[in-house]
């Protein structure tokens, strides 16, 4: 036992023994009390100078949800709508089939699942983001309006086509950018209540949607035909030239999103305690909402507009996290297994192949069903 620690006084804690205690000081000076800040639900990590809050409650979460998450990829990679066996799915997924069976299990099925669940990351992660802004948890891209100038960008560049096809998805980001300040600055700022945002945006969002279907309504009927599909939310013909641009997006959209998150916590407290603990509330809100809407409308310039993903993920993320979290990593976990199951269950569940977005409509309905008629659980209201 070396002299430093031998002479250390009774009740006192080092650093290396782990979290701070309360302790009081009574040698030289007056009596200092410090207290363990720790807050209960987390566990700290250190190395050397270095340190990590960990959520204990979060944490778990996403552990079980990573499982989950790989049984559904496992399943889509499996579900076909052209009756090919499991057996033809493993040759082709090994490269052991034949020509045709490879082709259409690692050409055509890996990069749309891949591409799918990218696009549930990305729409979870912009609702959670939008849902703690607003303090809503209807305030989500797809009621607010955003996905839907990403979705009138799009068809707006596919107008007079020929071909049938879409505009690039790159459009979509720019039409989330257009609808989003509309409604900020008709609701008078990002700052304001919740419900000023909700209402709206769905004002704006039934405009824009006029808007798309009055540009639908001039088409012929080949761009109309194969437009309409992309409008309802599809993953149909994504493959890696698509998925390898969003790939690149999400890695630089992501980490800033969970830094967004971190201080989105402060927002649960009144905006001059928010203030008082040095958070510039203006320039928080603003990044943040940024944020989400370049996730959404890069997203639905993907994938197309795919209801209540963006409204379901953030719920449940938060129902595992706990009230005092903003569920990020939660949020796109949960977006990204929303997406697999749907689109999964859609090459199945009919004769003939549903949209990801036919699917999560239907299972949307009663889910928001239930998030309106139960309380919040953070704030404890409907």
């Keep these: ?12 804690t080092t650093e290396a023994d782990g979290p701070v205690r309360p302790t009081t000081e009574t040698t030289g000076g007056p009596v200092r009390r410090t207290a363990d800040v720790t807050p209960p639900d987390s566990v700290v990590l250190r190395t050397g100078t270095l340190s990590w809050l960990l959520p204990r409650r979060s944490a778990l979460a996403a552990a079980l949800l990573l499982p989950l998450l790989v049984v559904l990829v496992a399943l889509a990679v499996m579900a076909s709508s052209t009756g090919m066996s499991l057996s033809q799915t493993l040759s082709g997924l090994l490269g ?75 459009l979509g980001p720019i039409g989330a950018v257009l609808a989003a300040a509309i409604v900020v600055l008709c609701a008078g700022g990002a700052g304001s209540a919740g419900y000023r945002v909700l209402v709206t945006g769905i004002g704006v969002s039934t405009f824009i ?27 149909s013909g994504r493959d890696w030239g698509v998925g390898t641009p969003l790939a690149i997006v999400l890695l630089v959209l992501v980490p ?14 009144d905006d001059d305690v928010a203030a008082s603990l040095g958070v510039d509330l203006r320039r928080l809100r603003a990044g943040a909402l940024a944020l989400g809407v370049a996730l959404a409308g890069t997203a639905v310039g993907v994938g197309g507009p795919i ?7 953030p ?34 569940a009919a004769p003939v192949e549903l949209p990801v977005g036919v699917v999560t409509s239907v299972l949307g309905g009663p889910f928001l069903l239930w998030v309106l008629f139960r309380p919040d659980r953070a704030t404890g209201k409907a």
């Design 1 to 12: 036992m070396s002299d430093r620690t031998a002479q250390s006084p009774p009740g006192h």
């Design 96 to 170: 052991t089939g034949d020509a045709g069976t490879v082709m259409i299990v690692r050409e055509f099925r890996l990069p749309r699942i891949f591409t799918g669940l990218m696009v549930g990351a990305a729409l979870g992660i912009a609702g959670c983001l939008t849902q703690t802004l607003a303090g809503n948890r209807l305030a989500t891209p797809d009621l607010v309006g955003v996905n839907d100038g990403a979705t009138a960008a799009v068809i707006a560049a596919a107008a007079g086509s020929t071909t049938g096809m879409v505009g690039d998805w790159w």
């Design 209 to 235: 949607g006029a808007v798309s279907d009055l540009i639908m309504s001039r088409e012929n009927d080949n761009t109309a035909g194969g437009v309409f599909l992309w409008t309802v939310g599809s993953l």
């Design 256 to 269: 800033l999103a969970l830094a967004a998150g971190h201080r989105l916590q402060l927002l649960r407290f």
């Design 307 to 313: 209801a209540f993903v963006a409204l379901a993920a």
């Design 315 to 348: 719920v449940l993320a938060q129902r595992l996290a706990g009230p005092t979290r903003v569920p990020v990593i939660g949020s796109a976990l949960n977006g990204a297994a929303l997406i697999a199951a749907a689109d999964a269950l859609g090459r199945v």
